[in-house]
């Protein structure tokens, strides 16, 4: 009896004594394999040298420099070096040099300078209502850029299919009635006047598109470079308005 109990005694005892070997021989392995993963990451000091990074036992993510596990992100990492001081980009030294300079007083007195230099960009002041022409024909009549748009538009109506010696003559029409102690003296008093109408045309006067013929015509007649229709013709039409016809142009009898 006290045989086999000393037998079981020295089993339990070697089963004890092989558990503690193994423990320790475990702890030795996971202590090099930290040892050799924490020697894996290392920042880079202003000197060259590198400084390992003490108790980091988990992969850098590739992403970003918060430690993560490769199991829980799957994501393949990259490695990393981070730098703990590094000196200006060239192109940051450019800016500051450039605010460097910008702030000297040599500096501010050259840039009011060319901005003095400098030739105004604002464009010239487009035409208005102010804007006369004509005063070189021979009822000494001027118009403004309003005016010569208005009369383009009556133009367009009446004679837009007619040649462009048609249209010189109707503009000289509307000349001879604003010259005329007959009728008004201004072009907008000419084209609008009722009893008798004239210009059926001026309740249409918004629906007009003139063209350049129809600048043209009126320019040509404001210049002075036209002599058409007698100065007492004051009338044209499809038809002869009257007995007395002055000249038969395209579609158009000019009466007097």
């Given at each position: ?14 089963c004890?004594?092989l ?19 924490s ?10 040298t ?9 992969v ?37 040099a ?19 230099e ?26 403004t850029?309003?005016?010569i748009?208005?009369?383009?538009k ?20 509307v ?14 008093d ?7 109408t ?24 404001l ?21 007395r ?12």
């Amino acid at each position: 009896m006290n045989r086999k109990i000393l037998d079981v005694t020295m089993l339990c005892t070697l089963c004890i004594c092989l558990m503690v070997a193994a423990n320790i021989e475990e702890k030795n392995t996971i202590r090099e394999s930290r040892e050799e993963i924490s020697s894996a990451y290392v920042i880079s000091a202003a000197d060259g040298t590198e400084v390992p990074v003490a108790g980091v036992c988990r992969v850098l993510s590739g992403y970003s420099f918060t430690t993560e596990s490769d199991e829980a992100t799957g994501i393949t990492k990259n490695p990393r070096t981070m730098v703990a001081s590094a000196a200006p980009s060239d192109a940051a030294q450019e800016v500051q040099a450039a605010s460097e300079k910008a702030e000297t007083p040599e500096a501010k007195v050259q840039a009011a300078s060319e901005e003095a230099e400098a030739p105004e960009a604002a464009e010239s002041k487009p035409a208005t209502a102010e804007t006369t022409a004509g005063a070189e024909n021979r009822w000494n009549i001027t118009l403004t850029q309003e005016e010569i748009d208005l009369l383009a538009k009556i133009v367009w109506l009446e004679s837009q299919g007619e040649p462009t010696e048609g249209q010189e003559a109707v503009v000289e029409v509307v000349f001879n009635r604003m010259a005329s102690e007959k009728y008004p003296d201004t072009l907008y008093d000419v084209l609008s006047q009722g009893n008798p109408t004239q210009f059926c045309s001026w309740k249409n006067r918004e629906r007009a598109n003139p063209t350049e013929k129809e600048y043209t015509s009126i320019h040509e007649v404001l210049n002075g470079n036209t002599h058409i229709l007698r100065n007492d013709t004051l009338y044209f039409s499809t038809e002869p308005l009257t007995p007395r016809l002055d000249q038969k142009i395209g579609g158009h009898s000019f009466c007097y």
